[in-house]
């Protein structure tokens, strides 16, 4: 079994930073690309960041300057630092992650069960 989970997240005035954590665990061979998600009141779950196991990364234009996404491949965690956050940051944030089982032949992609961030103004 894999599980993702996810911690980090609370409330912050604007102007402030967050770092959110997700710790990949279980009977893990291989840990492929690592997302985080988000997703606020009313609105579809979007791609905020993504890295690959060689740590290229890619973010929406939104976040772009503001948050780094990062990976402890030792570790199986990967971290969204969040800087100069704004009110409409706030959303539910989801760990993703492409994960090959030990005995697995493909990898398989998880999500973790979210983290709130909330940002006030």
């Known amino acids: 079994q894999v599980q993702l989970v996810e911690s980090g997240g609370g409330l912050v005035q604007a102007g402030g930073s967050l770092r959110l954590s997700c710790l990949v665990f279980?009977?893990?061979?291989?840990?492929?690309?690592m997302d985080w998600y988000r997703q606020a009141p009313g609105k579809q779950r979007e791609l905020v960041a993504d890295i690959t196991s060689g740590g290229r990364t890619n973010y929406i234009d939104s976040v772009k300057g503001r948050f780094t996404i990062s990976r402890d491949n030792a570790k199986n965690t990967v971290y969204l630092q969040m800087n100069s956050l704004k009110p409409e940051d706030t959303a539910v944030y989801y760990c993703?992650?492409?994960?090959?089982?030990?005995?697995?032949?493909?990898?398989?992609?998880?999500w973790g069960q979210g983290t709130q961030v909330t940002v006030s103004s």
């Open positions: 279980g009977s893990i061979l291989s840990i492929d690309a």
């Open positions: 993703n992650a492409d994960v090959l089982r030990l005995g697995a032949t493909q990898f398989l992609n998880y």
